[in-house]
């Protein structure tokens, strides 16, 4: 058997900032919890994650040989305050975790090398093994996972939370053959703090410890399909990728430390950008800005949603100017945006004047019904 304090040395030498081991079956309870999440119909778009459920559930429901897991932590913890970019309502504010290079390929890259160096030391010893890696977007429950392996526990907010580095750990996974020393499981800490419940701008926690996708921010902006939907957007504010808050308000970040990683740590400016100027980004200009950051997956059609929509929150009169000129955008999604923003921008009589002359020009139905919407609001 391979020792776990070489496991973790290794580990360390790689990057890694935890590194504890579970048994393959140590989440029973996941797939329940799942299950029960999913019917309720919590997940909104993401019908993945129902199409992989039967997988998910367990490392061995993916693959039966599976004995062990090895979690690893990497600390992303920010510098500063990560909520102080809220303050500017000109500017962006962008998540924490999207503010440099992807942590898919940092973090898969390292997994790999582990894996090797895991294999290579069980064939030292004469045994025979396999290992598999997953980063996120393998149907994998990391976090129960997580939790078993004592690296840390699923917080009131369903997210990871960590005695040494709060809530700023992603998560990699390598489910091997092996039959690995397991660590002892982690309990919760939240005790009657609900701090993250309460902070949360949408009221996405139904009940301590259940997350409605729906209502999320993170979710809306990445992983919804269609228009945000008109009741959650002013609470959006000046987020235009991914959301913070329940994660920045845990009293745990009292231990948390800024990452030694400086692919992870913010690009210099990325915690602010001038909406004005991601507004004018052609899809070129946002490839270019946003090249190796999670931030390119969304396509720039719906990040120039999230964009107008702050735009909308700005309270600023001289931005609706961007906002008009997104009238004329190719995606109905962009347009319908960028008359949502133009209607909390504009005088009523003005948002008229100009919804008489843009509404004739409209083709799509839904963008039309937008525009029908916000003047009847206008008028009232």
């Known amino acids: 058997m391979v020792p776990s304090s070489t496991i973790r040395r290794k580990a360390r030498e790689l990057g890694f900032d935890a590194c504890r081991i579970a048994r393959a079956d140590a989440a029973p309870q996941a797939g329940e919890r799942l299950r029960a999440w999913l019917a309720e119909g919590a997940h909104g778009d ?24 090895v979690m690893l932590g990497v600390n992303y913890g920010p510098a500063g305050d990560p909520l102080a970019a809220l303050a500017d309502k000109t500017r962006g504010a962008i998540s924490v975790y999207a503010r440099n290079r992807d942590y898919h390929d940092l973090v898969k890259g ?18 025979r093994a396999d290992a598999k890696v997953f980063v996120d977007t393998a149907p994998v429950m990391e976090k129960p996972l997580a939790q078993a392996a004592g690296l840390g526990w ?8 960590s005695r040494e580095f709060g809530s700023w750990l992603f998560l990699g996974v390598i489910v091997t053959t092996l039959d690995l020393a397991p660590d002892s499981p982690e309990t919760d800490h939240c005790g009657a703090c609900r701090r993250c419940l309460d ?11 259940r997350l409605d996708a729906r209502r999320c921010i993170s979710y809306l902006m990445i992983e919804h399909k269609g228009p945000i939907p008109r009741e959650l957007r002013a609470a959006m504010g000046n987020r235009i990728y991914g959301c913070d808050d329940c994660l920045a308000v845990c009293p745990w970040n009292k231990f ?9 740590a913010a690009r210099p400016g990325f915690e602010r950008l001038a909406l004005a100027d991601l507004a004018r980004l052609d899809d070129a200009g946002f490839r270019a800005l946003f090249a190796g950051s999670p931030i390119k997956r969304i396509g ?27 009238l004329s955008h190719a995606s109905p999604l962009v347009r319908g945006a960028a008359v949502w923003a133009l209607a909390r921008l504009l005088p009523a009589a003005e948002f008229a004047a100009l919804a008489a002359l843009r509404l004739p020009q409209e083709t799509d139905e839904a963008v039309t019904a937008d525009w029908a919407k916000e003047t009847h609001c206008a008028k009232k």
């Open 110 to 127: 390292r997994l790999k090398q582990l894996a090797a160096f895991l294999l290579k030391e069980a064939g030292a010893k004469g045994e």
């Open 256 to 264: 948390a430390q800024a990452t030694r990683e400086a692919k992870l």
């Open 199 to 209: 902070v949360c701008p949408t009221r996405a926690f139904p009940a301590p410890y």
């Open 300 to 326: 720039h059609a719906r990040f120039l949603c999230n964009v107008l929509i702050a735009i909308g929150n700005s309270g600023e009169v001289a931005l609706a100017e961007e906002a008009r000129r997104l």
């Open 46 to 69: 993401m019908d993945w994650m129902a199409e992989t459920a039967d997988r998910r559930v367990s490392p061995r429901a993916l693959w039966p040989q599976a004995r062990s897991v």
């Open 154 to 161: 699923q917080g009131k907010h369903t997210n990871l939370v």
